[in-house]
Each structure stands twice: as C-alpha cells, then as structure tokens.
C-alpha cells in the first residue's frame, strides 16, 4: 500500500487506537499478539476440550438434557415402566449402549413417534426398530459353544468365512443369538452366545472380573525366566500393560503345555504376551470361564447353560 494510500485511510477512518469498537472486540487469538497481549494468529489454538469454561454453556439437545440413572430398580418395572434401552436389550436386539445409539439415530419409535432417550416403555406400548415390532416374548437362553478354529466370532462375516453361529441347532436358529465376547479366528474353545442383552452386557462389562483359563501349546522348552514377566505383569510391545497372570507349564512331547489365567480381556491378550516373551503359539484353546468349564464338549457343539450355571456366575435375576 503506498504512503497516499495509507495516510488517506487514516483521515477517513482513524488509527486503531482511535476506534475503540475495534480495540475492545478483538476476537480473541486473531490479530498481532504484540499490542494486545493475545496468542498471534500462528499461535495454536486452544482445542475446545482444553479451554477453561468461560461464560454461559451452549444448550445441549433436550433429548440428553435429562437422563435418568440407569440403576435395575423396583420403578423399572412399576408404574414408571422399564427404560426403552434396557426394554431393547431385554428383547436381544442389541446392548444399552448401542440401544441408545439406535434411539438417538431416529431407529426407534414408541407408540408411533420418534422414541428419544431416556423414555420409559409401558405395558401394552409399541416399540418399532426400523418399521419392525420389538417384544420381549422370546426366551432367555444362554449357549456354550466350543469354537473350533477357523470360525470368526461374529454374528455374520462379509468374507463368507463361517461364523459362531453357524454352530446354532434349528431348535433355537429362530433366536436372535450374538456372542459374547470374542475369541479369536485361529483360536478354538468356550464361547457364550445369548439372546439376552442385558445378560451379555453384565458379562463383558469390565467389573464383572470373570476369570477366563487358557491351555496354550507352544513350541519346544520353556524356562521359568520366560515365565516370569507373564505372572508379574507386562508392557507390551503396543503400550498396553498386562495384569499378572498365574502361569502354569507341563513338558508335552517336546514342546510345553501351559496353562494361563488372566482377569482381564485384552485384544489377543495371550497371543501378545508369547510373541513379547519369544514363544511361538502351536495351539490356543480357552477351557473356563468364571465357573463354567468346556468340559468334554467336542468342537462345533453346543449345550444350554443350567439355570444353576446362570446363577453360579451372578447373573441369575
């Protein structure tokens, strides 16, 4: 800009100093940061979760402003009626947490409106996912399959491969059943599968602290050294840090059966921690889980668990 220019725009217009409108509604991180003590506009912004609350909050959508405690009491079944998500997971459609992801999508209507979270089902409402009636007529029932390996751990796989479910006798195909937890493609032993929400979310959830027991085959001699860190707790090569473990190894034709029991579910948790202690993975079959055992269950067959069986890992109601 020339001298003319610039000398011309300040008879007009003043100098900055002398527009006050300018001087006291700076937006904050823009502009030279020498005359106004903020950040310059190279400076890195504050992210919106770092920077202090300042002000009056932006409301949030009404349909999370109130959600009610989601606690198993007397008023879930009384006059108040059960929550719509906990009346999804009851039906075996899905857990809580997605219940309320399909909810606030617009999925899920209640009487014929738009159902919104928090919302209360009761006797003889209509509850639709995707245009389709949602009751909770069918029957709790909880399977134990032993996995054979080569079978993914999901309800359908878009690579054909087969699934868990593929397992499932007619008798109870009609079910809408989903596995519990998951257990890897190469790996092979006890899987739940249920159609029960509720029951599923109580196993997977990590309070519930169920300990699962492995029989893990790997190759020639193992020494106690190898051992140690596995039963004293490890980092592993991703960062994750494993809890201790009891370890157990018998010599079996050459190489060394071990048999581990964690308490926590990390992502292949026991294929990591071997690979990080320079063990190489023959076979990997999961034997127990809490109370239950896979017993003498052959690989591909199912049996319904007890209501004793139920009970026995607390999640009886």
Known sequence: MSRFSRDTRIATEGTRADRPDRQ???????????????PGRFHREVS??????TGTPRPRDDRRAFRPADTDTPQDDGA??????????????????????LIDQGRVLLNGRRARTGDRVLPG????????????????????????????????????????????PKEYRHLRLYPVGRLDYYSEGLILLTNDGVLAQRLMHPSNCQHKVYEVLVRGPVTERVLAPMRQGMTLAEGDVTRPARVEAVSAQGNTLLTITLQQGLNRQIRRMCRDSGLTVLRLKRIAEGALALGTLPPGRVRVLSEQELFQLGLHD
């Open 80 to 101: 108040l009626g059960i929550r719509l998500n906990k009346y999804l997971a009851s039906a075996g459609v899905c857990s809580r947490r997605k219940a309320d992801e």
């Open 24 to 38: 006291h509604h700076q937006t904050p991180g823009k502009g030279p940061g020498k005359r106004t003590g903020q």
């Open 48 to 53: 919106r979760q770092d920077a202090p609350c």
């Open 125 to 168: 409402d209509r509850v639709t996912l995707d245009g389709r009636p949602v009751a909770t007529s069918e029957p709790r029932i909880c399977l134990m399959l032993h996995k054979p390996v080569r079978v993914v751990s999901t309800v359908s796989d878009p690579q054909g491969r087969t699934t868990v479910l593929d397992f499932v």
